[in-house]
Nanobody
Framework: QVQLVESGGGLVQAGGSLRVSCAAS????????MGWFRQAPGKEREFVAG????????DYADSVKGRFTISRDNAKSTVFLQMNSLKPEDTALYYC?????????????????WGQGTQVTVSS
């Protein structure tokens, strides 16, 4: 049974940094792509960043490019999202997801497994 468990969310002031983690278990993830999505109250879930586990290839939403960095630790089956220069509009519930799509995809329906989410709140 594949499980994704996020951690590291919290409250931070605008301009600050936060790192969220996603621990994956119960599967072989070398062929998977991992994604971070977020959902703010009243808004649709949106793609934030993704990484192909095998190659390390990454992709980012324009809104976070240059501020967020996705990475993975193969030995620990963990994916990270380092968030710098945070803005109040980054406030959302952040989800980790796993997809067996061939590449990094922005489409939420292509992700088969999801974590429960971790809250990130950025105060102004």
């Amino acid at each position: 049974q594949v499980q994704l468990v996020e951690s590291g969310g919290g409250l931070v002031q605008a301009g600050g940094s936060l790192r969220v983690s996603c621990a994956a278990s119960g599967g072989t993830f070398s062929t998977y792509s991992m994604g971070w999505f977020r959902q703010a109250p009243g808004k649709e879930r949106e793609f934030v960043a993704g990484i192909k586990w095998s190659s390390g290839r990454t992709d980012y939403a324009d809104s976070v490019k240059g501020r967020f960095t996705i990475s993975r630790d193969n030995a620990k089956s963990t994916v990270f999202l380092q968030m710098n220069s945070l803005k109040p509009e980054d406030t959302a519930l952040y989800y980790c997801a796993a997809s067996n799509w061939i590449g990094v995809t922005w489409v939420a329906s292509r992700y088969k497994y999801w974590g429960q989410g971790t809250q990130v709140t950025v105060s102004s």
